[in-house]
């Protein structure tokens, strides 16, 4: 399997900031990666795929870069309703793995 | 714009089956793959595996695949999860999913999860 691994696993920030978290697998997953936004009581919501694209409707603040190994999911300007928990998760192989999570809080 | 919603038994005594069901409301599902992801307390997302609408094809998480097992019902657009000989690791918030390009690995339709809570 995939190990997929993200930092921080949680950080403080505040509104107007510009956040960035890091995602790494254990091995080459090419462009193969996707990053979610977890809200307690919600449904997650698939921001980016393929490392870089922008989900319909999820605001330009969100943005994500990297290949191969070494992944971004960068926020600006982060905004009330962006206070929740990111994930990625490769989409290379299966068996589908995700990584811890990164819970950005205020 | 498609939405899911997990049903099923909230608590689930130890060494029983666990059975879930996910309902769709599409007017279209052809070619899509419908899939279940847990996130057990204080834990990260853990995909269990899919179902294809045909329900041929089938892939399951290797760590679950003899106890698990993922049908559908198309025709009521309803997929089920079986999960047999549950333990308390199996505690989780439940969720199901659709993809989102026909591969079954992007998953851009979730349901709101349901809590499970494996306890004698």
């Known amino acids: 399997d995939i190990q997929m691994t993200q930092s921080p696993s949680s950080l403080s920030a505040s509104v107007g900031d510009r956040v960035t978290i890091t995602c790494r697998a254990s091995q080459s997953i090419a462009s193969f990666l996707n990053w979610y936004q977890v809200k307690p009581g919600k449904a997650p919501q698939l921001l980016i795929y393929h490392s870089s694209t922008l989900q319909n409707e999820v605001l330009s603040r969100f943005s994500g870069s990297g290949s191969g190994t070494d992944f971004t999911l960068t926020i600006n300007s982060l905004q009330p309703e962006d206070f929740a928990t990111y994930y990625c998760q490769q989409s290379y192989s299966s068996p589908l793995t995700f990584a811890g999570g990164t819970k950005v809080e205020i | 714009q498609v939405q899911l919603q997990e049903s099923g038994p909230g608590l689930v005594r130890p060494s029983e089956t666990l059975s879930l069901t996910c309902t769709f409301s599409a007017a279209s599902i052809s070619g899509a793959y419908w899939s279940w992801i847990r996130q057990a307390p204080g834990k990260g997302l853990e995909w269990l595996g899919f179902?294809?609408?045909?329900?041929?094809?089938?892939s399951y998480n290797p760590s679950l695949q003899s106890r698990l097992t993922i049908s559908i019902d198309t025709p009521k657009k309803q997929f089920s999860l079986q999960l047999k000989s549950v333990t308390a690791a199996d505690t989780a918030l439940y969720y199901c999913?659709?993809?989102?390009?026909?591969?079954?690995?992007?998953?851009?339709?979730w349901g709101p999860g349901t809590l499970v809570t494996v306890s004698s």
């Open positions: 179902i294809h609408f045909g329900g041929r094809t089938k």
């Open positions: 999913a659709k993809d989102f390009d026909g591969s079954g690995r992007i998953l851009d339709t």
